[in-house]
């Protein structure tokens, strides 16, 4: 099977189906350039590539010839950060339309735990309402909310200025949907086996549904492996997982019929979700009122391609062509509207190799988490050995956010306490154990994100109502996961770089391109599409700053 944009396929299937045709004017106006004085444009796009890291960026940066190539020549910041400590998806994505670090958004995980909750399970899930009856955090067992999204999202503020402009949110993943498209968004769904949902109670579209059946058939169907473009050659060589003879490296995004994990990571899941978003655009009409409307784009394949092979081998080389190529059909069918639409384009987080491979790549120090550093085994040890009630200790894994039972005596829990930082400490895999409290009296920091400290990074994930009473780092490169396997193989949600950095993209017809190489954050961003169209902001109330776009004395921040 060749490498193709499978956007197209998709479309057709969808204009099938009644959703319309793509237009083209008759003539192409010229080409203005934008200034200071332009009018806003008329459409946003917003995407969010996840796990798609300032190193994947650079290492295919010359390989791409379409969508991203588009991108990487307009306004160009490869060295953006999600800079706070907790590099996972949902805080990640909380970060990108609210301009407030997950410290305010107040997702601070995929997962914390709510000790006071009277549901049975403790932990909660980022986008979950834990309060539906009959519900666990368990995947496929929460009912899916906005709720723990603290603060509102850019789509909010133009909703609130106007309530005409549309907002419409899809995603591979349902908390890219919803941290990006907060409470008001006229449309919000993402990719499940079936097709697409959204949330319980809640009809879909029309188009929507049609572009559900579409993709429910193309998830149905088997795929043979993608033939091995040149430029993926070098990275084809097999890396041997677990004890059955598995490896990564060499695959060809081949599938069954019916898999929806392999579906999701491949690039026609990319696919599936801009062609859905390209449909709705055209029903709805977007870009064509009145107003600026916002279309929020969530690609979740690069993520489950990286945790399930590694970001190094073949299957990740062809990713991000198939990435690139995606993006470019999307964006052909959009200028064939005449829109004019921005777009930005960055990631939740970044990623870090399977250390098997880094260590045939000159990284021998790479390593998996030792066994012993288990939450629960610690937790249970030190209950055992003071006497205290269990459940001790809750954690999501081996690192990150831990909270002490609330029946602890201040006693207990100074000594519970104690005991578990010296345990976690002990291995010489944590790099660091630091409580809530240290956290709490730090000021967030309005420095550069290249030069946090750590506790820096860990400030800006930290909320005092959700966060942990303590906070386990482990030493860079150290990989949160004790044994490769099949499906799951490499991770990210450190404190280091690597997680940290992500390329941040705007393009925009007529915007001089340029490249900015200092450190600028995520929370940046809603500030500068704030600016774009106009739309006030209180920047007492975010954490980011608008960023310039166009080159030269004049200036988009307004």
């Given at each position: 099977m060749k490498l193709k944009a499978l956007t197209t396929a998709l479309a057709v299937a969808l204009c099938a189906a009644g959703a319309g045709a793509s237009f083209a004017q008759d003539s192409a106006p010229p080409v203005q350039?934008?200034?200071?004085?332009?009018?806003?444009?008329k459409l946003i796009v917003m995407i969010a590539v996840d796990q798609f890291s300032a190193d994947l960026f650079a290492e295919y940066r010359s390989h791409f010839t379409a969508g991203l190539a588009r991108l990487a020549s307009g306004a160009v910041f490869p060295s953006g950060y999600q800079s706070h400590g907790a590099t996972e998806t949902c805080p990640g994505h909380s970060t990108i339309l609210t301009g407030n670090h997950p410290a305010h958004t107040?997702?601070?995980?995929?997962?914390?735990?709510?000790?006071?909750?009277?549901r049975e399970d403790k932990r909660l899930y980022c986008a979950e309402d834990e309060t539906v009856a009959g519900t666990s955090s368990g995947s496929g067992k929460y009912a899916a909310s906005v709720n723990h999204l603290l603060v509102p999202t850019l789509g909010d503020?133009?909703?609130?200025?106007?309530?005409?402009?549309?907002?419409?949110?899809?995603?591979?993943k349902d908390r890219a949907a919803i941290m990006m498209g907060g409470r008001k968004a006229d449309e919000l769904m993402w990719l499940v086996p079936t097709g697409l949902t959204s949330y319980r109670g809640t009809t879909l579209s029309p188009a929507a549904t049609q572009a559900s059946t579409a993709i429910a058939a193309a998830i149905a169907q088997p795929r043979p492996g993608l033939t091995l473009p040149a430029d993926c050659a070098a990275h084809d060589i097999a890396i041997p997982i677990g004890?059955?003879?598995?490896?990564?490296?060499?695959?060809?995004?081949?599938?069954?019929?019916?898999?929806?994990?392999?579906?999701?990571?491949?690039?026609?899941?990319?696919?599936?979700?801009?062609?859905?978003?390209?449909?709705?655009?055209?029903?709805?009409?977007?870009?064509?009122?009145?107003?600026?409307?916002?279309?929020?784009v969530g690609l979740s394949a690069t993520d489950y391609v990286g945790h399930s092979t590694g970001t190094e081998g073949s299957e990740m080389c062809m990713q991000m062509a198939g990435l690139d190529r995606e993006l470019g059909d999307f964006f052909a069918r959009l200028d064939a509207t005449g829109i004019d639409y921005a777009v930005a384009l960055t990631a939740d987080h970044g990623g870090h190799d399977m250390p098997e491979r880094n260590r045939q790549n000159?990284?021998?120090?790479?390593?998996?988490?030792?066994?012993?550093?288990?939450?629960d085994a610690i937790g249970k040890a030190v209950a055992e050995k003071l006497g205290l009630p269990q459940p001790l200790l809750y954690?999501?894994?081996?690192?990150?956010?831990?909270?002490?039972?609330?029946?602890?005596?201040?006693?207990?829990?100074?000594?519970?306490?104690?005991?578990?930082?010296?345990?976690?400490?002990?291995?010489?895999?944590?790099?660091a154990l630091v409580t809530g409290e240290e956290l709490a009296s730090r000021a967030i920091s309005k420095q550069a994100p290249d030069t946090w400290s750590l506790l820096d990074k860990l400030r800006a994930s930290y909320n005092p109502a959700r966060s942990g009473d303590?906070?386990?780092?482990?030493?860079?490169?150290?990989?949160?996961?004790?044994?490769?396997?099949?499906?799951?193989?490499?991770?990210?949600?450190?404190?280091?770089?690597?997680?940290?950095?992500?390329?941040?993209?705007?393009?925009?017809?007529?915007?001089?391109?340029?490249?900015?190489?200092?450190?600028?954050?995520?929370?940046?961003?809603?500030?500068?599409?704030?600016?774009?169209?106009?739309?006030?902001?209180?920047?007492n109330k975010i954490d980011g700053r608008c960023l310039d776009l166009i080159s030269g004395a004049e200036s988009s921040c307004r």
């Open positions: 350039k934008v200034t200071a004085a332009t009018p806003p444009p107040g997702i601070i995980a995929n997962n914390f735990f709510d000790l006071s909750t009277p503020l133009m909703k609130a200025r106007d309530p005409n402009a549309q907002v419409v949110s899809v995603a591979g004890d059955k003879g598995g490896s990564v490296g060499t695959g060809r995004l081949a599938r069954d019929g019916g898999d929806f994990r392999k579906f999701m990571a491949s690039p026609e899941a990319d696919g599936a979700v801009l062609a859905t978003a390209a449909a709705l655009r055209q029903v709805r009409k977007m870009g064509e009122g009145s107003t600026t409307d916002l279309l929020i000159a990284w021998p120090a790479a390593e998996r988490v030792d066994k012993t550093l288990d939450p954690s999501d894994g081996p690192f990150g956010d831990m909270y002490l039972a609330k029946t602890l005596t201040a006693a207990q829990r100074k000594a519970a306490l104690a005991d578990l930082a010296a345990r976690f400490r002990a291995p010489r895999q944590v790099e303590f906070i386990v780092v482990l030493k860079p490169r150290v990989t949160p996961i004790p044994e490769s396997g099949l499906g799951y193989v490499a991770t990210h949600g450190s404190v280091w770089d690597y997680d940290r950095r992500v390329p941040i993209l705007f393009w925009r017809k007529g915007l001089q391109g340029f490249e900015q190489p200092n450190a600028v954050m995520t929370v940046d961003i809603l500030p500068t599409l704030a600016s774009l169209i106009g739309l006030p902001v209180d920047a």
